[in-house]
């Protein structure tokens, strides 16, 4: 009986350190700090215009619910899903594959990938492909926000007309004292300010996503779009261009940070985002 006992306290005893030890590797929270279910996140923005996922580029976590709220979205309601990762001049080459005209060789050979591809956004393209979801891209061609880094906004102007068709229309609207912008130019490079072009090259990329956003949302649709949360948290970025040419559209963003501990938000990760998904410090990254 003492025997029975004992046995029995220690496998209470047991089970009490294994619950003391149960790893959470991600909360979802409001911008408040309260904790909140992925099911009643889908139901908010769900009944959005415009969604913007702001990820950390080698998150799994953000990745994979990345992939879940595309599936969940796709039951309730019409959506268009756009991202950074792709660029506008690269549409065609992306439209070909989505529509089954070509393979997945001849698509990587058309469009520039990022590196993290295949385990990051392979699934939400291919899911595209096989639902007949539009899948934009949205972002400027690395070369021109290079000119742009160089020589600022006129160097746009030297772009063919063929060319300024993957850009923001010009003359581009620029605020310097945007937080966001306003943070880049005062980072310390090296002893030195960053060039008054480095928040500007950010601010081209911020403006061609808006435009490709809203050129092409469809009245009654969903529009999610995938980005670095830098592009959208604070509701700046891509956020506010939004907001200065169409302020009607109903918005929500996702941010994603990392803390060591995941069951309470950090003051300093409030109110970056509609919804904060809080990632341990010590999750696996995929590069």
């Given at each position: 009986?003492?025997?029975?006992?004992?046995?029995?306290?220690?496998?209470?005893?047991?089970?009490?350190?294994?619950?003391?030890?149960?790893?959470?590797?991600?909360?979802?929270?409001?911008?408040?700090?309260?904790?909140?279910?992925f099911e009643q996140m889908i139901k908010?923005?769900?009944?959005?215009?415009?969604?913007?996922?702001?990820?950390?580029?080698?998150?799994p976590i953000a990745h994979w619910l990345q992939y879940e709220m595309v599936k969940s979205i796709h039951t309730k309601r019409r959506m268009v899903i756009?991202?950074?990762m792709f660029e506008a001049?690269?549409?065609?080459?992306?439209?070909?594959?989505?529509?089954?005209?070509s393979d997945q060789d001849s698509f990587k050979k058309a469009v520039r990938l990022w590196n993290n591809y295949d385990t990051d956004y392979k699934k939400i393209v291919d899911f595209s492909k096989d639902n007949n979801i539009s899948f934009i891209a949205t972002n400027i061609p690395r070369p021109f926000a290079r000119l742009v880094f160089r020589g600022g906004f006129e160097a746009?102007?030297?772009?063919?007309?063929?060319d300024k068709r993957w850009i923001a229309p010009l003359p581009v609207m620029y605020d310097a004292e945007v937080p966001c912008y306003r943070k880049m130019r005062e980072m310390d490079m090296g002893g030195h300010e960053a060039s008054e072009n480095f928040p500007k090259a950010q601010a081209i990329k911020d403006a061609t996503m808006a435009?490709?956003?809203?050129?092409?949302?469809?009245?009654?649709?969903?529009?999610?779009?995938?980005?670095?949360?830098?592009?959208?948290?604070?509701?700046?970025?891509?956020?506010?261009?939004i907001k200065k040419q169409d302020a009607s559209k109903k918005i929500k963003t996702i941010s994603t940070v990392l803390q060591k501990q995941t069951g309470k938000l950090d003051k300093s990760n409030?109110?970056?985002?509609?919804?904060?998904?809080?990632?341990?410090?010590d999750m696996t990254t995929t590069y």
């Open positions: 009986m003492v025997k029975m006992y004992f046995t029995l306290v220690m496998s209470l005893l047991f089970m009490t350190v294994i619950s003391a030890q149960k790893v959470n590797g991600y909360q979802i929270f409001t911008s408040k700090g309260k904790k909140i279910s908010d923005v769900s009944e959005q215009d415009i969604v913007f996922f702001g990820e950390l580029h080698n998150d756009g991202a950074e001049d690269n549409q065609k080459g992306l439209d070909d594959y989505l529509q089954g005209i746009l102007d030297t772009l063919s007309a063929g435009h490709f956003i809203l050129k092409n949302h469809l009245n009654g649709s969903l529009f999610f779009h995938l980005n670095g949360s830098y592009h959208s948290d604070n509701y700046e970025g891509i956020v506010w261009y409030e109110n970056v985002a509609d919804y904060i998904i809080c990632v341990d410090e």
